[in-house]
């Protein structure tokens, strides 16, 4: 099984999906070019609703971290690699920011963990 799902959490279906492909491709033990498995077949495996497999690919597609070639299937993309990148460079970005807001580094931290925290409830 590629990931885990957990049919009694409060977390979305979806998103357990969504994220847990996600992990596995920023750490890597879903390489590029790695294909995924169909939505059909991966949401029978699951026990899902295609529907909530489809869903999560579509946010994995839009954030670049999967492409589909159409009857050929959906495959981790190269651009998945970016991923850590682009992350530190929106860090850096708000770093840059709250200093020019000269909000203290514990403050701008609190920031990130309340939205982060925001993100998994």
């Known amino acids: ?7 009694s959490s409060p977390v979305p279906p ?3 999906v969504r994220s847990g492909l996600a992990t596995r ?22 026990g899902i609703a295609p529907n909530t497999v489809a869903r999560a690919y579509r946010e994995l597609e839009e954030a ?14 190269a651009s998945g690699d970016q ?7 929106a ?3 708000y770093a ?11 403050e701008a931290l609190s920031i990130v963990r309340a939205a982060l925290d925001e993100g998994n409830g």
């Open 1 to 7: 099984m590629i990931i885990s799902f957990d049919s």
């Open 91 to 93: 860090a850096a970005k």
């Open 83 to 89: 991923s850590r990148r682009r992350a530190q460079q």
């Open 25 to 46: 491709i920023n750490d890597r033990s879903l390489p590029v070019g790695t294909k995924l498995p169909t939505v059909r077949q991966f949401a029978a495996d699951l």
């Open 14 to 16: 979806f998103e357990q």
């Open 96 to 106: 840059e920011l709250t200093r020019k807001l000269g909000l203290a580094d514990a």
């Open 64 to 77: 670049g971290l999967i492409e589909t070639r159409g009857r050929a299937g959906s495959f981790v993309a």
